[in-house]
């Protein structure tokens, strides 16, 4: 299974934190699928970090490294997803995870997430 991980499974992975549902921990751990971050969860981290290092103190390029680090892939946010992004639903309304969804959608992924919101674009979208 191709799974696009959310910012904030992303960070809990690399902080190897509890949070972490025991079906999310499966599917991390499973080598068969192949797991993958999104640029825009560093754009996310990068202005997270910046405006409050306290609440988001790892920095941009410390994630991409753990998450390279961890063989996790990165996913460039391209055009194509630009522009899939006008099409979908206003069903969410933060940009970042809008973004994600879009990308995994466009991608044929699965993606990984804990908000609530997400399930309500479909079938795609892994809760834990």
């Given at each position: 299974m191709t799974v696009l991980l959310d910012?904030?499974?992303?960070?809990?992975?690399?902080?190897?934190?509890?949070?972490?549902?025991?079906?999310?921990?499966?599917?991390?751990?499973?080598?068969?699928?192949?797991?993958?971050f999104s640029s825009i969860s560093i754009a996310e981290?990068?202005?997270?970090h910046q405006k409050?290092?306290?609440?988001?103190?790892?920095?941009?390029?410390?994630?991409?490294?753990?998450?390279?680090e961890c063989g996790i892939r990165e996913l460039a946010f391209d055009s194509k997803h630009a522009v899939a992004l006008g099409t979908l639903p206003q069903l969410h309304h933060d940009p970042f995870d809008r973004?994600?969804?879009?990308?995994?959608?466009?991608?044929?992924?699965?993606?990984?997430?804990?908000?609530r919101q997400f399930p309500q674009y479909g079938d795609f979208v892994i809760p834990v």
């Open positions: 910012t904030h499974i992303l960070l809990w992975m690399i902080g190897e934190s509890r949070s972490l549902s025991d079906l999310a921990m499966r599917i991390l751990a499973d080598e068969t699928n192949e797991l993958f981290v990068a202005i997270k409050n290092a306290a609440l988001m103190p790892l920095s941009p390029d410390e994630v991409r490294r753990c998450a390279e973004m994600l969804i879009v990308q995994s959608k466009t991608e044929g992924m699965k993606l990984m997430s804990h908000d």
